[in-house]
């Protein structure tokens, strides 16, 4: 006769501590309770620290029942850990919840093909949309990618390949960079671009400090994935005879493709929802603006629109463009994941 | 050439007529920063022969291995003296490009490393298309080399699949595929046995007894039975306690093996030390 084998995971938790868990926690929510209403205690947060305050010790003494010291110190400090992991979760899921709550009834079709040109500003806000803002974003971003994408491959390349005598205060000077408050890249561009050579407020100028913002994240991030190709395929290349520009065009940047896509993406998701540099830089305007004519004219982006509609009071168009913004960046940030899955998978 | 030739060796042209040589070592000595760990290395090789390099770990084989094709420069404060003569050409002297030079001395690793963006038929041709050479039949190229390192018949359904979907010693046979496929004159081996399993040890030996017979061949191992195996003459290397390497015998790898004239080598073939 053969036994029937079941697989199962060894050391999954015990239905027993799952149940104490919940039954501590009731308790301590009680405790609590009485605590507040029959002492002076007072206050949301206060409750909720010494809920969980209260938790975590009657956990400790219930443990410490079947458990030696050691044994109840250690399962504290991991429901510490799971509890903390669980809250730092927790406000990402406050924020998209009310974004997507408060968003959803504001999307319509007419968001993304209609525009606010000669929507009167007092107007129901399902009344005219904003393509010109997702319009602008777009083409900013692009133009901005365009820029930043060669020049953030070509410093890393410097910092990981060449290492010449330049490479620490090359690194310094990125990283430094990195740390420039995004008003201030608007700024700059304001007074190099938009005024000094009058150039005027345009797409293009909001393109330019948003590249200013990307290129230390593209140029960092694709700087850890090229330490990530392994030197011995270097050597291999080089053994072959092969010059080292070849070894890097050939060998080491198709190998780190995939890290590179994920460094432009993230670079992107760091900008995409910019909006200090906008306003002085791109401005607003209520039309579509074309790539071509983005050099010249005033244009729109999803997060100056979302501070425009706000100043406005058009609460519910605001937010529905932030329900927009959060998921063009959940997009990209999606198709970062999948593509260096992809890569691992390779 | 005195100091490496060895009494009694009638049997292998130890002292072969300069135009038998492929490469020379002439008083190579290596240091990383300060530290010397290489000395006044001479050693001859015969063209088309297979050398055993065999010695303790870090009695510097690697390292003079590494100076036969200028890849001991690559490494951050590596420097050596001494010359190399490759085909009577020093090649650290300015008639020739370190690429140049690594194009005619190819290289098989400890590690196996196709190239992970590649598919198998792009990890053979990968040495011309680094090297900016052409070939006018890359399908017959493809099957040349592969067939050399005795790879073809378990990859010839599969050329355009990654070269890392291979198990680790026919990725080992691809690299062997993709030094051969650039058509070296001496292919250097570094341990390249080291992470295979005895089925894949073998037909890596196997694959060097084939293309000895066009190509010359200096090997690093650490398998005494693999060095008598493959080699037609063996170096042994050993370092004193903070002395830097240096090459205590040559000979035929039989002589070197059944009746070594140093105390130390008997010492080392016997595995009493090392």
């Given at each position: 006769m053969t036994v029937a084998l079941r697989p199962r995971r060894p050391r999954?938790?015990?239905?027993?501590?799952?149940?104490?868990?919940?039954?501590?926690?009731?308790?301590?929510?009680?405790?609590?309770?009485?605590?507040?209403?029959?002492?002076?205690?007072?206050?949301?947060l206060g409750f909720v620290v010494i809920a969980f305050a209260v938790f975590l010790a009657l956990e400790y003494a219930m443990v410490r029942q079947t458990m030696d010291r050691k044994h109840a110190i250690d399962h504290l400090v991991s429901t510490l850990v799971y509890i903390c992991a669980v809250l730092t979760a927790l406000p990402l899921v406050l924020i998209v919840g009310t974004v997507v709550v408060k968003g959803l009834p504001g999307l319509s079709l007419n968001f993304f093909t209609k525009t606010l040109e000669g929507v009167d500003p007092s107007a129901s806000s399902t009344v005219g949309g904003a393509l010109h803002a997702i319009t602008g974003t777009l083409t900013q971003v692009g133009f901005a990618v365009i820029v930043t994408v060669p020049f953030g491959i070509l410093t890393a390349v410097y910092l990981t390949e060449i290492e010449g005598r330049f490479t620490g205060i090359v690194r310094l000077l990125v990283d430094a960079m990195s740390g420039i408050p995004s008003i201030v890249a608007g700024l700059f561009v304001y007074a190099i671009w938009v005024i000094g050579p009058g150039h005027g407020f345009s797409g293009f100028a909001a393109s330019l400090a948003l590249s200013i913002l990307m290129l230390p994240t593209v140029a960092r991030t694709t700087e850890e994935m090229l330490k990530l190709v392994d030197p011995s395929l270097r050597e291999a290349s080089l053994a072959?005879?092969?010059?080292?520009?070849?070894?890097?065009?050939?060998?080491?940047?198709?190998?780190?493709?995939?890290?590179?896509?994920?460094?432009?993406?993230?670079?992107?998701?760091?900008?995409?929802?910019?909006?200090a540099p906008l306003l002085m830089t791109a401005f607003g305007n209520d039309k579509v603006i074309s790539p071509a004519a983005a050099f010249h004219e005033p244009q729109s982006a999803l997060p100056l629109f979302i501070f425009q509609q706000l100043a406005q009071d058009q609460r519910e168009r605001a937010w529905t463009a932030a329900l927009a913004l959060i998921g063009l960046v959940l997009l990209l940030f999606m198709l970062a994941r999948l593509v260096s899955r992809k890569a691992r998978a390779r | 050439m005195t100091a490496v030739m060895q009494p009694g060796m009638d049997h292998v042209d130890l002292a072969p007529a300069d135009a038998d040589i492929a490469l020379r070592a002439i008083g190579v000595s290596c240091w990383f920063g300060k530290r010397k760990v290489l000395e006044g290395v001479d050693l001859a090789i015969a063209?088309?022969?297979?050398?055993?390099?065999?010695?303790?770990?870090?009695?510097?084989?690697?390292?003079?291995?590494?100076?036969?094709?200028?890849?001991?420069?690559?490494?951050?404060?590596?420097?050596?003296?001494?010359?190399?003569?490759?085909?009577?050409?020093?090649?650290?002297?300015?008639?020739?490009?370190?690429?140049?030079?690594?194009?005619?001395?190819?290289?098989?690793?400890?590690?196996?490393?196709?190239?992970?963006?590649?598919?198998?038929?792009?990890?053979?041709?990968?040495g011309l298309k680094l090297t900016g050479s052409k070939t006018s039949e890359p399908n017959e190229l493809v099957e040349w080399a592969l067939t050399r390192a005795s790879l073809w018949t378990e990859v010839r359904d599969r050329l355009d699949t990654p070269g890392g979907s291979l198990s680790g010693g026919q990725q080992q046979r691809l690299c062997i595929a993709r030094s051969l496929a650039i058509k070296p004159d001496v292919l250097l081996m570094d341990e390249p046995c080291s992470a295979l399993d005895p089925t894949s040890t073998r037909r890596v030996e196997e694959t060097i007894g084939e293309v000895s017979e066009e190509v010359t061949i200096v090997i690093v191992t650490h398998n005494m039975q693999q060095a008598q195996r493959v080699s037609d003459t063996c170096a042994f290397f050993l370092a004193e306690e903070n002395q830097p390497g240096r090459i205590v015998e040559f000979g035929a790898t039989e002589q070197v093996f059944s009746n070594p004239v140093d105390p130390r080598t008997n010492d080392y073939v016997n595995g009493r030390f090392g």
């Open positions: 999954s938790l015990r239905p027993s501590d799952a149940l104490r868990s919940v039954g501590v926690f009731g308790a301590a929510i009680v405790v609590t309770l009485l605590a507040f209403l029959f002492t002076p205690l007072d206050g949301g072959l005879g092969s010059p080292q520009w070849r070894t890097v065009g050939q060998v080491v940047l198709p190998t780190a493709r995939a890290g590179i896509v994920t460094a432009v993406i993230l670079g992107v998701a760091r900008v995409a929802g910019e909006t | 063209r088309h022969s297979v050398v055993a390099l065999i010695g303790p770990s870090g009695c510097g084989k690697s390292t003079f291995l590494r100076t036969l094709n200028r890849m001991h420069e690559l490494v951050p404060g590596a420097s050596l003296a001494g010359s190399v003569e490759l085909d009577g050409t020093d090649i650290y002297g300015s008639e020739l490009r370190p690429s140049e030079v690594r194009k005619r001395v190819g290289m098989v690793f400890q590690k196996p490393n196709p190239f992970p963006a590649m598919t198998i038929r792009e990890n053979v041709l990968a």
